[in-house]
């Protein structure tokens, strides 16, 4: 099966506390609610104590147009996905030696928060050695969905290909879709909750040379992937793409779809390998926000633990769309994990959609 040898993390420069993007909420939005200090509370229900964003705080008092905003993402996406994928390959805590880059068959590139063509990844290929025969495959509009499919998609690759070497890269750089005159509650919450956050992972197939690189004592192994698209459901997340860009659809009915139907969804996986939830001994789930992962908890009768790694990562960096699940990830494989522990990795996104995949150690 394909394992995942390396996870690098990537945090853009500007780390804001809660309580300052609180002030500078009630600032932006206090013309538009009257009842501001009220709906302000969303800010500490989500249990966040800080974030990253690509810009300073004092970028978002000033107008910029779609355009600017894009220019930027672009520009910035391309220098933090070449450290990522740097520190990914070379100066990795799991890898005893750096897999140099001419050893990498394809970049799946994921991302929802910018445009860019030609794709972000080509664009780092100019400044990083990667042959000129690796494989692109650009993943675009799966929102928080992403970093799990863009892991499945990459396990599936190596299926085909065992002896293949694959990056799966996640830019979300959300602060710069910001819409200070989008007087929604969708946009208050938005405002509350998302971050930007950069991720790189290796995965290889079970014939790949780089398995011997690895340099922990058990790694994750991917058995089996799923996807699942809710009909009709597209007006629970995403966004509605204006004149002056992008404007975040969010829906307070997402913990409910997670009692309802993502449940269910998780379930019918596990059973389809003769396993129960109790089975697990990890959970990567990525945390949409405190609600999300309560909803998780109840649902599915997870312990209050099995969730603490994605309720660290929310609090510490609060929700960078696809590239949150690779912090989680990231978190745990820092741990000391017992060969045969079995972990389930789940991500919701727009469409509305569910990504899982099932892990085992080894």
Request: glycine content about 6%.
């Amino acid at each position: 099966m394909p394992n995942i040898l390396s996870v690098a993390i990537h945090p853009p420069p500007y780390k804001i506390s809660q309580d300052k993007a609180l002030s500078f909420a009630r600032e932006i939005f206090k013309a538009h609610f009257a009842d501001i200090e009220r709906l302000l509370r969303v800010f500490h229900n989500g249990h966040i104590s800080s974030r990253y964003f690509s810009v300073p705080l004092d970028w978002f008092r000033e107008k910029h147009t779609f355009r600017e905003k894009n220019n930027l993402y672009i520009r910035l996406a391309t220098d933090f996905g070449r450290q990522a994928i740097r520190q990914c390959l070379y100066e990795s805590e799991f890898l005893m030696q750096p897999l140099p880059l001419e050893k990498i068959e394809a970049i799946f590139f994921i991302s929802s928060s910018g445009l860019s063509t030609p794709s972000i990844e080509a664009r780092i290929m100019n400044h990083l050695p990667f042959k000129i025969h690796t494989k692109r495959i650009p993943i675009w509009g799966l929102g928080c969905a992403g970093g799990a499919a863009g892991l499945a998609r990459a396990y599936e690759y190596c299926l085909a290909y065992p002896q293949a070497n694959v990056l799966v890269l996640s830019i979300e750089l959300c602060s710069l879709t910001f819409q200070p005159n989008d007087g929604s509650k969708s946009n208050l919450v938005g405002t509350s909750i998302f971050a930007d956050g950069v991720a790189c992972t290796l995965v290889c197939g079970d014939k790949s040379d780089a398995n011997a690189l690895a340099n922990l004592p058990t790694r994750p192994s991917i058995i089996d992937v799923q996807t699942s698209l809710m009909p009709h459901s597209e007006d629970v997340m995403g966004w509605d793409v204006q004149d002056d860009g992008l404007y975040v659809i969010f829906s307070k009915s997402i913990p409910r779809i997670v009692h309802r139907w993502v449940s269910t969804e998780v379930n019918r996986f596990l059973n389809s390998h003769g396993l129960r939830t109790d089975h697990l001994q990890h959970l990567i789930a990525h945390p949409g926000g405190k609600k999300v992962l309560d909803a998780y908890e109840e649902s599915l009768q997870f312990p209050k633990e099995m969730t603490a790694h994605s309720r660290s990562i929310l609090r510490e960096y609060g929700n960078m769309s696809s590239a949150t699940v690779y912090y989680v990830l990231h978190r745990l494989m820092q741990k000391k994990i017992e060969k045969g522990d079995i972990g389930l990795v789940t991500a919701l996104g727009p469409g509305f959609s569910s990504e899982l995949l099932l892990l085992k150690w080894i």
